[in-house]
């Protein structure tokens, strides 16, 4: 697809991304001399002509609407029997990639990121259009960190599919509104819960509410209570966790009514954490109800001349048929999963706040975790260079959450250092050195060699590769010289006391993913290893290896498994080797 033109028009110079309905591109538009974005069906979607009509539809009912905060769709097309989307270009990241790789953010930058949203939320609400659909896919984060929202009023489209709705519904479930998924119509309210929903998520890093499937996830948010963000980060200020709470109310009649209205207390809350004003809760005395409406959002399905039914019957068409599918079940589901959660939660032991223990000794996490009725088991271990062993490294949940009497708290723990110092064989039995070696997470080598030595008995170790003192990686391999006694032939054959050059060449083939390459050398000193690195499929690593003797064998270990192994004749001797 890269270099192609489409319709002779658009020129696509790189992809940029992919979702659940379309494969997006950077273009070019050469009749404009401007960049755009190119959103191309994916299959099956590209062969449901209803639902590329009803897409077609949407970009000619919005395309009108022009806001900056808003990426304005501009075209259908066509290539090849290829239908695609063309709308503005937006430069920069998704604001789920930046949650996922910066969060939690500061107080301010948070601030900021959910106004720069609700401005192009309050276009569109003015204009009397509902996004709809604020998930992960559809905010982009420009360069200079303004958000601008992608795709706005698309859902109304996804009626049309048998299966877009459901493509898309995974990435929707955790930002809709509980009104939207028992079955109603996206709103400016269903918009600022969504916009709740992205606030927490940036003071916090995570989700207010977990679950598997989006029908648990629909009933977390039906159900559940709205969790404080203060829990997961203890800077944010009162204020601004009311704010979320009220955007994020079950209600939608004590949530904000539209962008317009949470724009308003996010700006004043700004104000005052610029300029150092102690703020109180509500920031603003109530307004008469009717006051700051705007026009609620086009329907959910078809959009209809108002002439066209009576209001009534009007209502029951509008719900669209793909949420109608997937949220039915609720009301089979909802009284049971209802009575099962009273009973649950009406037996429930009491609850604890989750001490700080990272950084402890396991021994003594485990003792204040057991007097707060709490369990510890060890999720996983790890080395670490600065906490010694059986050391706190983290901890799941996080410190300052609430948990049940009973519950279990996951740890990681440190192994100590990565390194250990080879210790001293030379004199010692095998059977020594091998417990000395133990004793530090090192192993010996079996494969050793024979050579005689006037002063070392019969047995003990007269040379090791790596030498003494040296720092190495736990759980690495010495490898050793064992006297043969005071006579015999040198192993090896006259050349085994000199030392040679081996220029090994080694291309990393057949690979799909990158490895760790190991070379061992074996010659007349014995077995052991001269090099150890992570490469890429393909590269090419070039080895200069000093060693005894003319003759040497090298064995190629791709992530601990012998690949094979090479005999090489040495080029050159190696001149008064230090």
């Not at 109310?249 to 102690?278: C, H, M, V, W």
């Not at 090791?464 to 990686?473: A, E, G, I, L, M």
């Not at 005071?486 to 090994?504: E, M, R, W």
């Amino acid at each position: 697809m890269i270099g192609t033109t489409l319709q002779g028009r658009y020129e696509v110079l790189e992809e940029v991304g992919t979702g659940p309905v379309f494969d997006s591109f950077r273009a070019k538009d050469q009749a404009m001399g401007r960049e755009v974005a190119i959103r191309i069906f994916r299959e099956p979607f590209d062969a449901e002509p209803d639902f590329v009509s009803a897409v077609r539809t949407t970009v000619d009912r919005y395309s009108g609407i022009l806001g900056t905060g808003i990426e304005s769709m501009i075209d259908m097309g066509n290539h090849e029997g290829t239908p695609f989307l063309v709308t503005e270009y937006t430069p920069g990241q998704s604001l789920r990639s930046r949650v996922e790789k910066l969060a939690p953010f500061s107080v301010s930058v948070a601030v900021s990121t959910a106004i720069s949203i609700c401005e192009g939320l309050n276009s569109l609400h003015h204009a009397g259009v509902a996004h709809g659909d604020l998930s992960a896919h559809n905010i982009a984060v420009q360069p200079d960190g303004r958000c601008r929202l992608q795709l706005a009023g698309l859902w109304e489209a996804y009626s049309a599919s048998k299966t877009a709705g459901l493509a898309v519904l995974p990435g929707m479930a955790p930002y809709l509104a509980p009104e939207v998924s028992a079955g109603g119509m996206p709103s400016p309210s269903s918009d600022v819960y969504a916009v709740g929903i992205w606030l927490y998520q940036l003071l916090s890093g995570r989700f207010p509410y977990s679950a598997d499937t989006p029908v648990a996830m629909a009933l977390k948010h039906a159900s559940s209570g709205v969790p404080s963000v203060k829990i997961y980060n203890n800077a944010v200020p009162a204020v601004l966790d009311e704010i979320v709470k009220k955007a994020m109310a079950k209600e939608p009649a004590n949530r904000y009514s539209s962008a317009s209205d949470l724009l308003a207390d996010l700006r004043i809350l700004q104000d005052g954490l610029r300029f150092g004003r102690t703020l109180n809760w509500p920031l603003r005395s109530a307004s008469p109800a009717a006051a700051g409406k705007l026009p609620v959002a086009p329907k959910m399905g078809a959009i209809r001349d108002a002439d066209a039914a009576p209001e009534k019957e009007r209502v029951v068409r509008d719900v669209p048929m793909w949420l109608i599918a997937v949220f039915g079940v609720f009301g089979a589901l909802f009284l049971v999963l209802i009575g099962v959660w009273v009973v649950f939660n009406v037996s429930q032991p009491r609850l604890v706040v989750v001490p700080n223990i990272k950084g402890a000794k396991l021994a003594e996490a485990t003792k204040t975790l057991e007097a707060l009725k709490l369990k510890v088991q060890i999720s996983g271990r790890e080395t670490n260079d600065v906490q010694p062993p059986d050391t706190v490294l983290s901890m799941s949940p996080i410190a300052g959450s609430k948990r049940h009497e009973g519950a279990t708290v996951y740890v990681k723990i440190s192994t100590g250092s990565r390194y250990v110092t080879v210790p001293d064989l030379q004199g010692t039995t095998l059977d020594k050195a091998r417990t000395m070696l133990q004793a530090v997470n090192l192993t010996l080598s079996d494969n050793y060699t024979m050579q005689p030595h006037p002063k070392f008995q019969p047995g003990t170790i007269i040379a090791q590769s790596p030498d003494p003192k040296t720092k190495v990686d736990r759980f690495g391999r010495v490898t050793v010289v064992v006297s043969s006694g005071t006579t015999g032939s040198i192993v090896g054959g006259p050349d085994a006391d000199k030392q040679f050059l081996y220029n090994l060449k080694i291309k990393l083939t057949g690979l799909t993913e990158r490895v760790i390459l190991r070379v061992d050398i074996s010659d007349a000193r014995g077995e052991r290893p001269i090099y150890e690195s992570p490469h890429e499929p393909e590269d090419t690593v070039e080895i200069p290896v000093p060693g005894f003797g003319k003759k040497a064998t090298f064995k190629i270990y791709y992530d601990n498994q012998l690949v094979t192994t090479k005999e090489q004749v040495a080029e050159e001797e190696v001149k008064n080797p230090e």
